[in-house]
Every structure is written in C-alpha cells, then in structure tokens.
C-alpha cells in the first residue's frame, strides 16, 4: 500500500519542481527605484557586517544592504535589482545576521552554537526610531549611531 501511494507522490513532486512553482518574473518597468547609499558607524568607527533595512511604512515592503569594513552598503530591492522605492521609511540597524525572505533578522549562530549579541540598542532595530524620506533629492543616508 504503502508503494503505491509513494510513486504517484513522487512523481507530483518532480512535476512541480520542474514546472518553476517559484512565480512568474518582476515587471521592473513598473517600479521606481533609487540607488541610496550609505555609511554606519558606532561610536565614530564604520560598522562592518551590519543589516540595513528600509522598510516601507505603508506596504510593507523593504530594501536591505550589508555594509562593508568601511560601514559602507547600498541598498537591494531583491536579489536581481539595486535600489529601494520612494517614500517613507522605518530604517533598522542590526548586527545579529541576514534577512529572512519574511523581512525579519535571522539571528545567525556563532562557531560555538551560541546565539549573536546585538551590539546595538534596540531603538535602532527592534523599536527603531530611524526614520527617512527617500526621494531623488536625497541618495546618500549615513547613520552615526552610539552604543549607550
């Protein structure tokens, strides 16, 4: 019983692998997008492998960005495309790991199986009080950012 059950599975399974159940492809054309740009520092030092997130406050959208040894990142849309659409944002800062494809931080694991320590407050991730209006007149957003 157990056989025939398992065969029409998987074979479902392969159909739908290879039919590309990921969706269809993002009309780009209808999305405007700007290349905004960046530094973050702590307490006046570039903070290297941090989480930028420019969440939209009205849909629920966000651009993303890692910044470099330099504290310096620029912003993603999706894996394909730069940039982040106008409008208002809630920025957050983290330094506890990547984003999800939920939008949220993944908290990455240390070598030791121990979880990261945020290194910085929580007003600038969790309950963020970083907010911007992103438009044309205005690419380049520094966050200088203090540890106490």
Not at 9 to 34: A, E, K, N, R, W
């Amino acid at each position: 019983m157990f056989r025939n059950t398992f065969v029409p599975l998987l074979f479902s399974g392969i159909v739908l692998m290879l039919s590309g159940c990921g969706g269809g492809q993002v009309d780009y054309g209808s999305v405007t997008l700007l290349p905004v740009s960046g530094t973050v520092t702590l307490d006046g030092e570039p903070l290297e492998g941090a989480t930028v997130k420019f969440k939209d406050n009205e849909n629920f959208t966000f651009s993303f960005a890692y910044t470099d040894a330099q504290g310096y990142y620029e912003l993603q849309f999706d894996s394909v495309m730069m940039g982040v659409t106008p409008g208002d944002k809630t920025v957050s800062i983290t330094t506890t790991g990547p984003i999800t494809e939920g939008g949220e931080e993944e908290v990455g694991e240390m070598e030791t199986g121990s979880k990261k320590k945020e290194q910085l407050p929580k007003r600038y991730n969790k309950d963020s009080e970083l907010k911007v209006n992103v438009s044309s007149e205005k690419l380049v957003y520094d966050f200088e950012l203090a540890s106490k």
